[in-house]
């Protein structure tokens, strides 16, 4: 079915959980995959923080009794304890870079998997709503972002937080007075910069969108260039590829001004609560009751404050940024399979291959109905055929074989066994499958043949591939089998990547055979081999073809004709053709066709021949 309540309803859910929640969540559980890491990330960043405080407390002795009491002895010792604090918070910032980067690495790995696996278990209705270029790049800027936001919102809690309490510590000691004057500064800046949290979660979701829509679109123009320079699309594609990178850039302007807001307030803040002390401090010394040490220790403190807190409050922005990032992806994970088995489903039996439609029905959305109360039965051992108009409904049946979408109504039956109630790996095992659109994968010509077959010999690949008449072409290839395929398959023919995806279903060996215009990117003479090796299979499996090419659907000992979701008639070729009916109509059709195209092959006289008689 197309985009279901349940879908949006999981994806609300996600983004209206808890940020806390989440957050705790994603660090739960990649803390429990790398404790030490995160332990070692702590000790550093808390000795990064204390150092901080040390060094502000240490400006005291080096005021008061280095300064103006000239206690030359005392420097050296100040002046040691300088770079020893300076080289400890050096080789602890060095460490905790370190471990938060991995820590960092490690959730988007842990990420990617869960996400690239949950979207193996969707069934192709949450894809054929998707744009794949567009999920891929929403679900890369999101996992990226969190790793970045994840990695400084650890360090800022773990680093700022011991930073401040060390230097507020420090800061009491000295002058308490003064020291809650500066905790009600940081609080009015925590209060400021509440609004500016609350836009940040509306401006993550657009830029997110936007960077996934330029993503789409480059990935979409890299892979359909060929098209795009057919129909010389390129200026208008370049138009809308403009339009959508300038919208990416004013969504990036947007968050990059919000981010930036807290800045302004910090540093009024910051600028009050120092002119103030100056102006406390100089009345005081006027009067004579001022501590020079104290004073510049307390200064000191204050100003190292100002960097912290301004960290941990743009912290708090940020914060709502990976959250939301979170929650896009937690909505990509929540989504159910369509397709997911039943609790008690069993393991298909798969003998004889004998496929059972009755009664089916379906529809991609429910109010049109693709097919309806379609039944036939394809024998064990024989070729049946499906034959009609583009938009019958034929690659339908195929897919709801598959188990790709579930009936709406009706039984699919293999070998007695109702397809709903086994398990969806059993059931493809079963089924070899050769789609009309060849898709080949990343890799070696011999590695795409052995998908059909994991465990596959070299001797095996090669009999597949002699059987689908490819192995010639193959080894003619400089690196043979070996020979890397570009992407989808591009530095081959289309009928070389056709052959290629055939000898991966001989290979497979299983019972079903399914064949959805297989020999379309065939010339006649490669369709003449491939047809010899399909009749071959015939023999010893159940073989659905779903063909418009006569010399297919001659040979096969069942056709059935779909009109508008219905089957409309069925029988051998022979007794169609003398019908007069729906089949001796749709073969006229092809030889108008081959008339108009000034063919002349020998499928268009056997064909007229046919109809003659």
């Not at 197309?2 to 559980?29: C, Q, W, Y």
């Not at 709406?408 to 070998?415: L, N, S």
């Not at 080894?475 to 023919?493: F, H, I, K, Q, W």
């Amino acid at each position: 079915m197309g985009s279901t309540e349940p879908d949006r309803l999981h994806a609300k859910d996600a983004m209206a959980e808890n940020g806390l929640r989440v957050f705790r969540r994603i660090i739960t559980e990649n803390f429990r995959e790398r404790p030490g890491t995160y332990g070692l990330a702590i000790v550093c960043l808390f000795v990064v923080g204390a150092s901080s405080g040390l060094l502000a407390w240490m400006v005291k002795d080096i005021v008061n009794e280095v300064l103006l009491a000239t206690d030359t002895g005392l420097i050296f010792w100040v002046a040691g304890g300088f770079v020893a604090a300076y080289i400890a918070r050096g080789l602890a910032g060095f460490l905790a870079k370190i471990s938060l980067g991995r820590i960092g690495n490690s959730i988007v790995a842990t990420y990617q998997e869960k996400v690239y696996n949950h979207l193996l278990t969707l069934g192709l209705d949450y894809f054929a709503k998707s744009r794949s270029g567009y999920l891929v790049g929403e679900i890369n800027e999101n996992i990226n972002s969190m790793r970045q936001m994840i990695v400084a919102v650890l360090s800022g809690i773990t680093r700022e937080t011991v930073t401040i309490i060390g230097l507020f510590a420090v800061m009491i000691a000295l002058e308490p007075q003064l020291t809650g004057i500066a905790v009600l500064v940081v609080i009015v800046g925590g209060l400021a910069t509440r609004n500016l949290i609350k836009r940040i979660k509306k401006q993550t979701v657009a830029l997110t969108g936007a960077v996934a829509r330029v993503a789409s679109r480059f990935q979409e123009t890299v892979s359909s260039m060929d098209i795009v320079k057919a129909f010389t699309l390129e200026t208008d594609f370049s138009k809308n590829a403009s339009e959508e990178i300038r919208r990416a850039e004013k969504a990036s302007n947007a968050a990059l001004r919000t981010d930036a807001a807290t800045g302004p307030v910090i540093e009024v803040l910051a600028g009050l609560s120092v002119g103030g002390l100056l102006i406390y401090v100089g009345l005081r010394a006027a009067g004579g009751d001022a501590d020079p040490g104290s004073f510049f220790a307390f200064l000191t403190a204050l100003i190292m404050l100002y960097d912290p807190v301004k960290r941990l409050l743009a912290l708090r922005v940020g914060f709502e940024r990976v959250v939301t990032n979170a929650r896009m992806i937690e909505g990509i994970l929540r989504t159910p399979p369509r397709q997911s088995d039943k609790p008690d489903a069993r393991q298909l039996k798969a003998r004889s291959g004998r496929v059972d439609f009755t009664g089916v029905s379906f529809g991609y959305d429910a109010a049109l109905p693709v097919v309806s109360d379609v039944s036939f039965v394809a024998e064990p051992a024989k070729i049946t055929a499906l034959v009609g108009a583009s938009g019958s409904g034929k690659t339908t049946l195929l897919s709801l074989l598959l188990r790709y979408y579930d009936a709406d109504a009706g039984t699919i039956m293999i070998d007695g066994q109702n397809i709903a109630d086994v398990t969806s790996d059993s059931l493809r095992s079963a089924i070899a499958y050769v789609s009309q659109s060849p898709i080949l994968f990343e890799g070696t010509i011999g590695q795409n043949i052995a998908f059909g077959k994991t465990t596959a010999t070299q001797e095996q690949i090669e009999r597949a591939a002699r059987a689908a008449y490819a192995h010639d072409f193959i080894v003619a290839l400089p690196m043979g089998y070996d020979t890397p395929l570009g992407e989808r398959g591009t530095n081959l023919s289309g009928g070389q990547r056709q052959r290629i995806s055939i000898a991966r279903a001989i290979l497979r060996d299983a019972p079903i055979l399914l064949l959805d215009e297989a020999t379309s990117a065939l010339d006649n003479e490669s369709e003449a081999k491939v047809q010899a090796a399909i009749d071959d299979l015939a023999g010893t499996r159940t073989t659905i073809v779903i063909a418009h090419r006569l010399s297919t659907i001659r040979s096969a000992d069942m056709i059935y004709v779909m009109a508008n979701g219905h089957i409309v008639e069925s029988g051998k070729h022979a007794q169609l053709m003398k019908a007069g009916g729906a089949y001796a109509q749709f073969q006229a059709g092809h030889l108008e066709m081959a008339a108009a195209n000034e063919t002349g092959d020998e499928q268009a006289q056997e064909l007229a021949e046919d109809l003659r008689a």
